[in-house]
């Protein structure tokens, strides 16, 4: 299952204090049970000090199997732990997605 390795491997490569991947393929134009659009949010101390690019890095280099793999789109949510709290613990929902509603057959 790709979530869990995604989830493992983020994990591991960032100690996080909050972690979601969200396996969002349901909303877009592909065959029931895709793994192929996830959406990742981290809260991590090894975020402190660091850019919104250098943050999105460390998250590819972590997942860079999967996204030269079977992951297609992957949308990235990084926080520190005072970030994460003045966003009262939420991240943006993902924005619909262009023919999610007709999925293949």
């Known amino acids: 299952m ?15 204090a909050h972690l979601e991947v969200v396996n969002e393929s349901g909303n877009h134009n592909v065959p029931d049970g895709s793994e192929t659009h996830f959406k990742v949010v981290v809260v991590s101390p090894a975020f402190e000090g660091e850019r919104l690019l250098a943050r999105h890095r460390r998250i590819n280099e972590a997942l860079a199997e999967e996204l030269a793999g079977g992951v297609h789109a992957l949308a ?12 009262f613990g939420a991240a943006p929902m993902s924005p619909p997605c262009r023919g999610g509603h007709a999925r293949a057959q």
């Open 76 to 87: 990235i949510h990084t926080y520190t732990a005072d970030e994460w709290r003045r966003r």
């Open 2 to 16: 790709i979530q869990h390795r995604l989830e493992e491997k983020l994990a591991a490569a960032l100690d996080p």
